[in-house]
């Protein structure tokens, strides 16, 4: 199976606005539905079943809506993806020629092992349409705005949904990886997926203001203890603390993100951010747990969650965003487009799609940078070519003065002209 040619045909798609686009031979949903029903018989069978119910989903995508659409090419990316990468790893265990019996049984642990190490985790996308949007509109206005956030989100020079597209995270945090608590490395950032064991919440003893929140998370390879500290007074309240309680009964299952850390006690993250959700394969709709999230320059004032969500806000008006490289030059260099670079710099759905992003927007940098060069090259130029003459004054009328014949009419006229 072509796996580039997948991505690149759902890369387009979501490029050009997830019309259903007219290829050379199929439609867009046709190529997809027929390619993924008959997925490489050397996947796994889930896999396999899962790629045919993918198929299935694009079978009647002409039916569906622009948000259901946006989602399933969404999810299908991150599913070929995760797929590819595991055939990868599969085929480079596989050129391996072990010279016992002992070391093959070994390298088929391995690379089962290797394989279930880490996953994208299934988190929905986050914006939604809406055409009502423009770029310029005010922030006030956008869902969970509201003109007390405005006004901090002025501090930052944010004034409309376009200053909010061009507003550029200074860095991103990669929660796009979920693993196995028995696979958790020091100083990687994570996603974790597993069932809550016990939840308490209690004063702390030795801080009459911090209030202590401890979880205690299992999955099928092990078991992984989470902590949380509030500061502050009012998080002392009884009341506040059994509802935090009810919110992860034991039973429930939930994802958690963070940078992995060793203590005394183990493994363990830090300030994990936690979500509940319907079950082991549920979809996180959660705006920092399983996705990659974007860290943006703020100021005092404006909390980081204020303008994430405005920036989610304004997302749908990249649709309005005109392209201006000429799609020769952009297939030449492997660019994609400005919506899709824009939209994906803010809320990638994996690194690569980030990676595409950034490549993108610093070649508009560097290319708009080279072009202001050469328009302020070209107007030197032309100023240091042009003499400007008087038309009258002492010079002039010295110089038709020592002329030994009288200029005819042509002759003044074509003087003038040169003069003026």
């Given amino acids: 199976m072509d796996w580039l040619r997948l991505q690149k045909a759902l890369t387009i798609e979501a490029e050009r606005g997830f019309n259903d686009l007219e290829g050379n031979q199929h439609r867009f949903s046709e190529f997809l539905a027929l390619t993924l029903r008959e997925p490489p018989p050397d996947l796994p069978i889930v896999e396999q079943e899962r790629l045919r119910a993918i198929a299935q989903e694009f079978s009647r995508y002409s039916d569906l809506t622009f948000a259901q659409r946006q989602h399933l090419v969404a999810d299908t990316r991150r599913v070929i993806y995760q797929t590819r990468r595991t055939t990868e790893e599969q085929s480079q265990s596989a050129s391996l020629e072990p010279d016992s019996a002992a070391a093959d049984a070994g390298n088929e642990k391995a690379t089962s092992a290797t394989s279930t190490k880490t996953k994208v985790p299934k988190a929905v996308p986050l914006v939604e349409k809406n055409t009502r949007l423009t770029l310029d509109q005010a922030v006030t206005y956008l869902p969970g705005v509201g003109a007390k956030n405005a006004e901090r989100l002025a501090k930052l020079g944010l004034h409309t949904v376009r200053d909010l597209l061009y507003y550029y995270p200074r860095d991103h945090i990669d929660y796009a990886r979920q693993v196995n608590i028995r696979d958790l490395e020091p100083g990687e950032t994570v996603t974790l997926i597993g069932t809550v064991k016990s939840c308490t919440i209690f004063n702390s003893p030795r801080n009459a ?74 979809s996180i709709e959660s705006m920092k747990v399983g996705r990659v999230v974007p860290v943006y320059p703020l100021t005092e004032g404006v909390q980081a969650d204020v303008l994430r969500k405005a920036v989610l806000g304004a997302l749908p008006a990249v649709t309005q965003l005109q392209e201006a490289l000429p799609n020769g030059l952009r297939e030449k260099y492997g660019l994609v487009g400005i919506q899709e670079a824009i939209a994906h710099i803010h809320f990638p759905p994996e690194g690569e799609s980030l990676a595409a992003a950034r490549r993108r927007l610093v070649f508009d940098e560097f290319f708009y940078l080279q072009l202001g060069l050469l328009k302020r090259r070209q107007t030197q130029r032309q100023e240091q070519t042009s003499a400007v003459l008087a038309p009258t004054g002492k010079l002039i009328d010295e110089f038709y003065q020592i002329l030994p014949f009288q200029l005819t009419g042509a002759q003044q006229r074509v003087v003038n002209d040169i003069l003026n």
């Fill in 209 to 282: 203001k911090l209030a202590i929140f401890e979880m205690t998370v299992r999955d099928h390879t092990g078991q992984i203890k989470l902590s949380r500290f509030y500061a502050g007074a009012r998080f002392r309240n009884r009341g506040w603390q059994e509802q935090q309680r009810r919110l992860y009964p034991p039973g429930a299952v939930v994802a958690a993100s963070g940078l992995v850390k060793q203590s005394k006690y183990g493994k363990t993250l830090d300030d994990p951010q936690i979500e509940v959700i319907d079950h082991i394969g549920g």
